[in-house]
Each structure stands twice: as C-alpha cells, then as structure tokens.
C-alpha cells in the first residue's frame, strides 16, 4: 500500500502550488476518503487528500474488464472523477562562456518579421513568446513552440578576438500534447548563471488505459468508458463511477475492500465519516461491521451491501444483488499519454545503425527472441528476414570469393585486385562483428554460394 | 400484451426541479428509453467556452472553466437557443448563446463588510455570473416564490474562493448542447424507474399469526411498508411504493416472516 501511495496523485504538500518541482501530479478535484483510520488522522490525510470516494458497483460488464480492468462512467469523468493536471519544469541557463561572451535572450518575435505574416509555417513556433523573449504566463504551448528564444555566441572558447556571430539556441517544447505556461522563474544557479525555470501545466481526463487504484493494492487500467446512461443504475437512481471485476477478489483476499464498501456505506447513509481502523475497538472509535450492516438495514439497505440494480441498456433487473457502494480510489501516475509511443522511420545508433531503443529517443518496437522464435516455428523466413535486417540495418557488403574478406568498392585490398567480387546484403552488426573479430587477430572468411 | 403504441402516463407530483409519474401499459423498454433520452439528450444550456482575463486565485484557469461549465444554467420556458453548429454566425451570437461575465476582486467584495470579517476570503459563486440574456441564468436552488425573499436561502454555486488581493475576471460563453456530448448539458440529477411490486398476504397463514407476532411482523419492516388495522388486527400494504422486497428479502428471509407473503 505504502508503494501505490507513492504512486498515486493528489495533494503533495499545501504550498505545492508555491514549489517549483520538476514533476508534479495534482488530482483537480481530491476528496476526504468516506472511510478514514488513525494512521490517516495522524498524517492529516482529510487536509492532504490523494484520491476520490468513488461509487463501485462489484460486478462484470461488458468483457472489457477482465484482467483486473475497470469500466469507467463517461458521466464522472466529464464531472470531474480522475481529472488531474501535471506540472512539469523546464529551465534554460543563460551561460556566460570564458572567452568572455554570454548567451542572450532575443525579445519577441513579431508576424511582421515573416514574409507572410500570420500565415507563415514558421512563425506559431514564436507565438507564446513575450517582450522579454520568454514565453507569456498562460500562454498555450503546443509541440515545437519556443519557450526562450536563447542565442548562443558562435566561439565560445580561446582568447583573441571575439566574434559577435550568434547561433539560435532555443528551449522549445517538445511532448505531443499542448501545454499551458503557469509560472515563470528568473533565478540563478551555483555557477551564478542566469536560470529560466519555466513551469508547464497539462490538464487531462482519464482515458482507457489510465491506471487507478483502491487503497488495498488493486489497482487496475481503464479498459473502457461508458455512456452514463448504459450503466446499470439502482432505483434510487445511483449509478456507479466505476464497475471493478468480481474476480479481483478470491486470489488477492482483500477483505477490507469489502469492508471499506460496507462501512463506506453506512457512513454515506447515516452523514458520517466511517472509521477503518483494525485496532482500538475498546475506545469505541472504530466502526464494527456488524454495526455497519444494522445501519445499512435502518435505511432500507440489504445488510450485505448488496443492492438491486436494473441494466442501463436493456431496462431490465439484472439477475444478481450487485455488492455496491464508495470506495475510494486514486488515480495512479502511470497514464499512456506518458507511455505510448509507436514509430515508422527514425533515428539510428551511430556503431551499429539499428534502429535505437525506448520512447524517449524516438526507438523502434524490438522484435525480440520469443517472437523471433515464434517466426521460426511457424517458418516465416521472409519476415525473419524483413524485421530483422531490412527494417533493421541492411548493408551491402563487398566480399571477394578468393580470399572471403570484405572488401570495398569493388577491391580486395588482400589480393589486390578486383576480379572475384561480389556484393552481399547482410546485417551491419553483423559486419561489424567480422571486423572487430579482425581487430583481435581473428579472421572470419565468408564462402559464398548460388542460390 | 401490453400495447406499445398507447403507454399511459399519470403524474403522481411535479415540481419545479422535480417530476414522479406511473408509466402504465406499456413494456420496460419504453421506460428505460424514456430514463435514457432524460439523461443523454434533452438539450440543456451549458457554459462551453470561456476567455479568462484575469485569474489570480489559486485555482487554475481549466480547472476554472471546468467548473464553470458544470453550473446548471436554466431558461425561462419557452426560451429557444440554436445549436452553435447549426446556426449561420462564424462564432457564435445572440441566436444560439449567451454571454455570462464575471468580475469579482476581493478588494472591492471585502470593502464592504464588518471589521471582523474584513480578512476573510470572498467567495465567487454562480450568483456573481451576469448574463447577457436575462432569460438564461445560473438556476436558483431556493423554490422559485422564496428566491428573491431569503437571500441566505440561494447564496449560489461557489465556483471559487478569493484570498486577500485576489481576482478573476472573465467571460463565459454558454452553448446549446445534449449530455452525448459532455455530462454538463444532462438536465437531471438523476433520473431512474422502478417496478411497483405486487404484494399479497397470505390471509390463512396470517390467521395463525398471535396479535403480538402480527405487530412483530408490521415492525420489522425497514421499510414500513406494512400497517395494522386497529380494530381487526389484520395486516395490510400501507405503503407499496416504499418495498424494497429485493434489498431486504435477504434480511426478512432469515426469519420465519417471510413464509407469509406469497
Ligand atoms: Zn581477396
Ligand atoms: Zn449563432
């Protein structure tokens, strides 16, 4: 639990919106958990909240939500369930260098300047700048747009004349999404540089694939969002926030879910706040269940929590009492718009001109061993061959049948001569190995062969 | 069969904010099709774009302009608004929206008040939001004959709190638009039906009962759905329309009691 806390958003600290963190997740809307216990009074959890009491309904809907999946309401969503905002820093130093030139920051760039105008492709790019050459408070920042429109002196080391040429460095902002500027920082590091700390505001809703959590460690991504009204609702015309799967239960054995549902409801009932707490039954503090049931019950309620719900699609009861009631959920920070990623053509390591690795530098999807494997098995060879070189780091290669090493353009430096060349399409790892092979006194000698 | 074509519809109690009716011969789908469209697509009026001017409260401006447009805004019956995507103006205009604007500033909101209040923060509620179109404003949730009477009954929606030197200043532009589109344009809180039940006593068992188990058996009732006839001692259906036969069922089936309704 102490884990998916860490995880979770919601309030940080009270002057969170003072700091100037590198990465901030803040819930829009956070709510004093329904169920509170000791620990949480300790802390001051009430005033500190990381989550929102949602209304659950324990039951299957819809098949999206196997697996641990839940199944959001569309209606909390646009209400404000799991909205959350994330804050995240950017700086620019404004360095001064030892030949004596410094960097400057360029004022704002006007439409004027642009052959074109407002209609010119180059000019959004300088939209969100300000008299000062920063971009303006509020100010939407959408991929590609420049926050400081820094310059950066051409020679920047050695003595002698110092040339007055100027090179555009700019701190642009580069995530899919647009951003909106909240703060802007003048200040100076340690090495007495001017720094720009510019603190950029994302709002988001949740989206299928956004993660949530109960604070019993079932935690579960959003496998669909639905229509308020196709979901099932009660008579009393309550309909849940969020459908979690009946199968998240017998494994993981959380029974104070359960018990946090029941007490939940109680509490919701009676207009008070439910007390959780294991311990501490003498001092009369915590809540029992069975008392819990016996409140449920003087409000009309089945003692078990259960209640009696109709289908929002067809109309109709639904064949089984559905456990349902507030529990409360947090919106954990793994979001896919922080995580998806997909790519066609790209960058390249430099050594060996595959494709590179992971989201951040743009990377290619590996096809790895298993499903190599796999392509074996099922004899795909022309796919081996395309995912694995074509699509990798196909090189043509020189080789000379006499001898067997590479040679180039044509010549084989080991015998001298031109005749027995041929060219080979081959990784270029894999021509790489037979060179630093070489380099150790080892000859790899490729005999070739008609096909 | 109940026929389709020719439902009928008995108003049990309308009010202003408020409607129960007995929807008679006709099949559930009727009536689920009826609690769908109430949610999802009667067109209401609902705060769609906002332009901040000024904002130095401690909410953001999204979070702002999503509440805003969470505020239930009510028109005077009859009132009829285009749809923005419908309507011949390039952005919008008086056919199809109306304009709200807002503009409170703690220093000329704290102004006002006693000495010992002077710190205090103000509150911006729906009520600060002036409409261009008198016909359309932020609803009232006093009843409509005390609105204007008790002010401290409607104070407002509050939309945000303003510290010492705080302001916001800004327009709101409301559209025409369906609950398919954005939860904000549902005009119900909820809106939901239920199968009246059919309770029959079983009068030979009933027969058996002692007085004191019958007054048991009308007591036991969460819901007090059951009375007793003073004079004969006999049990009958006070209040159908209160049994929750499905929730408690579980609860009365553990006693003997439930042997007595068929
Ligand atoms: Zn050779
Ligand atoms: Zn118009």
Known sequence: ???????????????????????????????????????????????????????????SYSGYDIEDAIVLNRGSLDRGFGRCMVFRKHQAPIRKYPNGTQDKIVGKVRASEFPRGEDDPRWPRYKALDEDGICRVGARLDPGTIMVNKHSPASTSGSGPVSSDFASTPLSYKAPA????????????????????????????????????????????????????????????????????????????????????????????????????????????????????????????SYVGKDMLTSGTGGEPLMNYIFAGPVFYQKLKHMVMDKMHARARGPRAV??????????????????EME??????????????????????????????????????????????????????LPYACKLLFQELQSMNIVPRLKLQDF | MPNLRAPQVEIVDLREDFVEFVLSNTDTSVANALRRVMIAEVPTMAIDLVTIHDNSSVLQDEFLSHRLGLIPLAADPGVQYEYNYDCDCEDYCDKCSAVFTLDVSWDKKALGRPEHMQDQPVHVTSADLVSSDPRLRAVHFAPSDQTNSDISQDAG????????????????????????????????????????????????????????????????????????????GTIFVEHRDMCMWRRTGRYLRRRWWSRLLR
């Not at chain 1, 509490?267 to 409140?295: I, K, M, N, P, W």
């Not at chain 2, 559209?175 to 005009?187: T, V, Y």
């Open chain 1, 178 to 301: 647009e951003s909106y500027v909240d703060k802007v920082v003048l200040t100076a590091n340690e090495n007495e540089d001017y720094l720009i700390k510019i603190l950029l505001r994302q709002t988001r809703r949740p989206e299928v694939g956004d993660k949530f959590s109960s604070r019993h460690g079932q935690k579960g991504v959003c496998g669909i969002i639905v229509p308020q009204e196709d979901m099932p609702f009660a008579d009393s015309g309550i309909c849940p926030d969020l459908i979690m799967n009946p199968h998240g239960f017998p494994s993981r054995m959380t029974v104070g879910k359960m018990v946090e549902l029941v007490a939940g409801k109680a509490g919701v009932l009676h207009g008070h706040q439910a007390y959780g707490t294991a311990f501490g039954e003498e001092h009369g503090s915590a809540d029992r269940v069975h008392l819990c049931c016996q409140a449920l019950v003087e409000r009309g309620y």
């Open chain 1, 351 to 368: 050594l060996t001109r595959q494709p590179t690795e992971g989201r951040s530098r743009d990377g290619g999807l590996r096809l790895g």
């Open chain 1, 372 to 425: 190599r494997d796999c392509l074996i098995g099922y004899g795909a060879s022309a796919l081996i061959m395309e995912r694995l070189m074509i699509s990798s780091d196909a090189f043509t290669a020189n080789v000379c049948q006499g001898c067997g090493l590479l040679g180039y353009s044509g010549w084989c430096q080991n015998c001298r001569s031109p005749e027995k060349m041929a060219d080979i399409r």
């Open chain 1, 1 to 59: 639990m102490v884990k998916r806390l860490r995880h979770a958003m919601g309030t940080t600290a009270l002057n969170m919106h003072e700091r100037m963190d590198g990465l901030l997740y803040a819930l829009v809307h956070p709510q004093k958990p329904m169920v509170t216990t000791r620990v949480l009074d300790l802390v001051h959890f009430d005033q500190v909240p990381g989550g929102q009491n949602a209304s659950i309904a324990v039951m």
């Open chain 2, 157 to 232: 929606i509050i939309i945000a709190k303003l510290a010492k030197g705080q302001r916001m200043q800004l327009t709101a532009v409301a559209k025409k638009g369906i609950a398919k589109e954005h939860a904000k344009w549902s005009p119900v809180a909820v809106a939901t039906y239920k199968f009246e039940p059919v309770i029959e006593i079983n009068e030979e068992k009933e027969a058996l009962l002692t007085p004191e188990q019958k007054a048991e058996f009308v007591e036991i009732c969460p819901a007090k759905v059951y009375g007793r006839d003073e004079k004969s």
